[in-house]
Every structure is written in structure tokens, then in C-alpha cells.
């Protein structure tokens, strides 16, 4: 068994927020769309999920194709099934997230910042090819640094 662990930074402008979390089910794009649109009036979004099976596709939507484009590119990059980002401007995470966490396929919010932030990314190589995701905020670095299990540090 392989371990290998990688920083990831969320790309993204100063004035763009993001949430990072994990969901089950491929109709969870529309669903979080519906969220967004409900949570905020002009909210500007973009949303991208990564599949785990099949062709794991990248499904994505939003009321903004430069958000939508961004997140998609971020979403690649980490390369887990299961998980979807949202970035959004014109909100603040505090103003959407209780209707992204009620999402039913939602299973966990990882993060919800307007800060800059990375992952502390974990791959766990084995047979099945499965995949850990762990985020540190970037506020968290400094000690992430000291508790790093790996001794590598971000």
C-alpha cells in the first residue's frame, strides 16, 4: 500500500467564496443549483461534482460560465470522486450554506470560506484505486505542517 499526499490550492480571485463537500448522487448538481438560487437573490455561481464510477465524469452547472469553468478546473485537479465544489460571488458562505447542507445527497461540507485555502490531499493507493480527502484550511497550515503524519507539509 502506496501513501501519497499532495497540496492542492483552490484556485480563485479574492472575491470569490467556495464550498467544498461531499455528496452521493449524480442529480445532487441540480439540486445544489436549486440551493444556490434559492438562498440568495443575484447570487453568482458555479458548481462542479466528480463522479467515482464509470467514466467518472465531471458534471457541473451555474448561473456563471467563468465560475463554472473555474470550478471545474479545481474540481479535476483534486480528483476525487464524490466531491463537488461551488464557488460563488455576490454571498457569503453563511448567507447559502444551511441550503446546501440540506441537500439529501449532501453527506459533508468539508469547508465553506471566502479565505484562500489548500488541500492537504491524501491518496491511498491500493487495488481498488481508492481515494482519502482531507482539507486543511489555510489558516491551519503552520500546524498541519507539525502534525503531518507523512513528514511532508504543505
Same mark, same amino acid.
Given at each position: 500500500?502506496? /501513501?501519497?499526499?499532495?497540496?492542492? @490550492? =483552490?484556485?480563485?480571485?479574492?472575491?470569490?467564496?467556495? =464550498?467544498?463537500?461531499?455528496?452521493?448522487?449524480?442529480?445532487?448538481?441540480?439540486?445544489?443549483?436549486?440551493?444556490?438560487?434559492?438562498?440568495?437573490?443575484?447570487?453568482?455561481?458555479?458548481?462542479?461534482?466528480?463522479?467515482?464510477?464509470?467514466?467518472?465524469?465531471?458534471?457541473?452547472?451555474?448561473?456563471?460560465?467563468?465560475?463554472?469553468? /473555474?470550478?471545474?478546473?479545481?474540481? /479535476?485537479?483534486?480528483?476525487?470522486?464524490?466531491?463537488?465544489?461551488?464557488?460563488?460571488?455576490?454571498?457569503?458562505?453563511?448567507?447559502?450554506?444551511?441550503?446546501?447542507?440540506?441537500?439529501?445527497?449532501?453527506?459533508?461540507?468539508?469547508? @465553506?470560506?471566502?479565505?484562500?485555502?489548500?488541500?492537504?490531499?491524501?491518496?491511498?493507493?491500493?487495488?481498488?484505486?481508492?481515494?482519502?480527502?482531507?482539507?486543511?484550511?489555510?489558516?491551519?497550515?503552520?500546524?498541519?505542517?507539525?502534525?503531518?503524519?507523512?513528514?511532508?507539509?504543505?
Amino acid at each position: 500500500m502506496e /501513501l501519497e499526499l499532495e497540496c492542492i @490550492a =483552490i484556485e480563485k480571485d479574492e472575491d470569490i467564496s467556495a =464550498i467544498l463537500g461531499h455528496a452521493g448522487f449524480i442529480k445532487m448538481v441540480e439540486d445544489l443549483y436549486e440551493a444556490m438560487v434559492g438562498s440568495v437573490p443575484g447570487v453568482k455561481f458555479g458548481i462542479a461534482f466528480a463522479e467515482a464510477s464509470g467514466p467518472r465524469l465531471v458534471r457541473s452547472d451555474g448561473n456563471d460560465d467563468g465560475l463554472r469553468r /473555474l470550478a471545474e478546473s479545481n474540481i /479535476l485537479r483534486i480528483a476525487a470522486g464524490h466531491t463537488f465544489l461551488i464557488l460563488f460571488r455576490e454571498a457569503y458562505p453563511i448567507n447559502v450554506i444551511n441550503n446546501v447542507r440540506n441537500v439529501s445527497e449532501v453527506a459533508a461540507i468539508y469547508c @465553506a470560506t471566502s479565505n484562500p485555502y489548500k488541500l492537504s490531499w491524501q491518496r491511498q493507493r491500493t487495488a481498488a484505486q481508492s481515494s482519502v480527502l482531507s482539507m486543511v484550511s489555510h489558516r491551519l497550515q503552520q500546524k498541519a505542517r507539525t502534525i503531518s503524519r507523512a513528514g511532508q507539509s504543505c
